[in-house]
Nanobody
Framework: QVQLVESGGGSVQAGGSLRLSCTVS????????MGWFRQTPGKEREKIAT??????????NHKDFTEGRFTVAKDIAKNILYLQMNDLKPEDTAVYYC??????????????????WGRGTQVTVSS
């Protein structure tokens, strides 16, 4: 059974950085589409970035990712997916989720295409 466990969240002041980790078991970070999402109360889960099994990026990623404020990386040896977040802003406050799907490609899919989810990690950015 695939399990995803996020860690690394916390409280940080605006302008700071955090690196979130998603530890994967029951699968590998190299054979499926994976993604990072975030959610605030009352809002839909928002896609940050998706990465295909071949390490190419999925489509329609968030501008914070495409403009480089957020980056995604894999540690294949440790089977971990990372989300590095820099220059954090109060509007980045959310619960951040890691996801994976049964399939190699992400395409331009959003949350609905993903099969597995972690429980999330809270990120709070104060001004």
């Amino acid at each position: 059974q695939v399990q995803l466990v996020e860690s690394g969240g916390g409280s940080v002041q605006a302008g700071g950085s955090l690196r979130l980790s998603c530890t994967v078991s029951g699968s590998t970070v190299t054979n499926s589409c994976m993604g990072w999402f975030r959610q605030t109360p009352g809002k839909e889960r928002e896609k940050i970035a998706t990465i295909n099994g071949d390490d190419s990026w999925g489509r329609n990623n968030h501008k914070d990712f495409t403009e480089g404020r957020f980056t995604v990386a894999k540690d294949i040896a440790k089977n971990i997916l990372y989300l590095q977040m820099n220059d954090l802003k109060p509007e980045d406050t959310a619960v951040y989720y890691c996801s994976s799907r049964i399939g190699y490609w992400c395409g331009d899919g959003g949350a609905s295409i993903f099969t597995y989810w972690g429980r999330g990690t809270q990120v709070t950015v104060s001004s």
